[in-house]
């Protein structure tokens, strides 16, 4: 079947810090992974996304890295700050369409 | 722009009740869908439209009664709900259900069943 995991369910680091985050998926059809954040009480909002032709994309402190021979997928956040803090999801595009697979979640927490 | 509002932002209801969720986008997007998100969970697809016609029905209850009268609009109806329906529900937008678009999500309505 097809799923979309993440290796953490939390991730704390201090403000300043670069922040990892790491997700694997299964389905080698997937062509297209998105990363949302999600703050408490809102609505997932799109970070940055990448297509399966590529392997790195660049956003403003944020890049996502994908390795289609290990299915893994990451998200990078440079200079981490207090507002990175909520619940960051990976996503892949699987073969139907208008559907997206989510990871389960990685509850990012950055202190001072 | 791309904003998808949502009204009510919090919604309390009875199992008798009848209420609807309303959706509206104003970026072109001809794919509108409805998540339920629990608690602490990833969200979950419920209903898929594209070009105004449902396109995925996620074997969803029946007491969920999705309509999209426009192409800017998505309501949710609401009819004897059951207190385990409490979730956040969610509406996104895309350009279309393609492959590599990206579905672009509202804010949420927090809905609690009593």
């Known amino acids: 079947g097809e799923s979309v995991g993440l290796h953490l369910p939390t991730l704390s680091v201090q403000e300043g810090d670069n922040s990892i985050i790491n997700c694997a998926y299964s389905?080698?059809?997937?062509?297209?992974f998105i990363w949302y954040k999600q703050e408490s009480g809102k609505g997932p909002q799109f970070i940055i996304d990448?297509?399966?032709?590529?392997d790195k994309r660049q956003g403003q402190r944020v890049t996502v890295l994908l390795n289609k021979t290990v299915k893994h997928l990451s998200l990078q956040i440079a200079a981490t700050q207090p507002g990175d803090s909520a619940v960051y999801f990976c996503?892949?595009?699987?073969?139907?369409?208008?559907?997206?697979?989510f990871g389960r979640g990685t509850q990012l927490t950055v202190w001072p | 722009d791309t904003e998808v509002t949502q009204t009510p932002k919090h919604l309390v209801m009875g199992m008798t009740n009848k209420k609807s969720l309303k959706c509206e986008q104003h970026?072109?997007?001809?794919?509108m869908y409805w998540y339920k998100q629990k608690a602490k969970k990833p969200p979950e697809l419920m209903f898929v439209?594209?070009?105004?016609?449902?396109?995925i029905n996620e074997s969803v209850p029946s007491r969920f009664s999705p309509e999209c009268p426009n192409s800017s609009l998505l309501n949710l109806h609401l009819h004897a709900l059951q207190p385990e329906d409490s979730a956040l529900y969610l509406c996104?937008?895309?350009?279309?259900?393609?492959?590599?678009?990206?579905?672009?999500f509202g804010p949420g309505t927090r809905l609690t069943v009593l």
């Open positions: 996104a937008s895309s350009q279309a259900a393609g492959s590599t678009d990206t579905q672009y």
């Open positions: 389905n080698s059809a997937s062509d297209y």
């Open positions: 990448i297509r399966s032709n590529m």
């Open positions: 996503a892949g595009r699987g073969s139907t369409l208008g559907r997206l697979y």
């Open positions: 970026m072109g997007h001809r794919a």
């Open positions: 439209y594209s070009y105004e016609k449902l396109s």
